[in-house]
């Protein structure tokens, strides 16, 4: 407790008058880039498995907290210890079956019981209800994580893919609808369709436990290795990618899945 204060005092003196006139100048819209960068760069921490990364980058989200939380403090927004008693008092509430006597029976139950309480939660604030029953999480959120879940709360509702088949032969018909807007030069039916295809495949891998962010990432990575492999071979012979055609390329990339596996 006594490092979070200390934390708190160091942001203090940053803001001060005789402090960083960085910091000074900062408000929550000029800030909130950087809370956005330091969440991914303590994801890809967590998928290197570096514990000391992964140390250093809870460090700096940490900061990013105590920081945006002091500028809410300094305008009389609101405290830290507001901030911190509002999510101590949610997890209470949300957890009765571990601070109160409510018994789950299963996960799905317990699901369950979390959007009971938050549904209840957001009727106490007073806002109005959505159109829909559909919970959107935030725009910020990357699209292929954002349409996982956004599908995950459609099937809470009951509107689910029979099976997989049926996914599957919806994205069949995707991809043909953008080959025929393809076709027709229609960069808006193109734009349409590539969306639909990706929506898709994020419910696809919804369906078979797959985080489709993970997987695209994870993709993006493989990717990466075995172009870097494909440049070394055509420094090895002095060459570039536009010296070959396209059969060459793809001779090029089968050596080079070899060389660089999975």
């Given amino acids: 407790m006594q490092k979070f204060t200390d934390l708190i005092d160091i942001v203090t003196r940053l803001r001060a008058p005789n402090g960083c006139p960085w910091d000074q100048k900062q408000t929550p ?129 009951g509107f689910e893919w029979p099976d997989l088949e049926s996914v599957f032969c919806k994205i069949e018909e995707e991809i043909a609808e953008c080959r025929e807007a393809i076709a027709e030069q229609n960069n808006a039916g193109i734009f349409e369709e590539i969306g639909d295809i990706l929506f898709l495949l994020a419910n696809l891998g919804r369906l078979t436990n797959i985080n489709t962010e993970d997987a695209l990432q994870a993709a993006i990575t493989k990717f990466d290795g075995r172009f870097t492999t494909m440049e070394r071979h055509l420094l090895a012979t002095g060459k570039q990618f536009t010296d070959l055609d396209f059969d060459a390329l793809l001779a090029l990339w089968r050596q080079s899945k070899k060389d660089a596996p999975d």
């Fill in 29 to 157: 819209q000029s800030f909130k880039p950087y809370l956005i960068e330091e969440a991914h760069e303590l994801a890809e921490a967590i998928d290197l498995g570096d514990p000391n990364h992964v140390r250093e980058e809870l460090g700096d989200m940490l900061f990013q907290v105590v920081f945006l939380s002091c500028l809410y403090n300094d305008a009389g927004h609101l405290t830290m210890d507001e901030v911190l008693r509002t999510i101590i008092d949610k997890m209470i509430r949300r957890h009765p079956h571990v601070f109160g006597d409510t018994e789950v029976a299963s996960e799905e139950a317990l699901r369950s019981q979390w959007n009971a309480i938050k549904a209840r939660e957001k009727q106490d604030t007073g806002k109005p209800p959505r159109d829909n029953s559909l919970s959107l999480p935030p725009a910020s959120l990357p699209a292929l994580k954002r349409a996982q879940r956004v599908s995950e709360s459609a099937a809470r509702t």
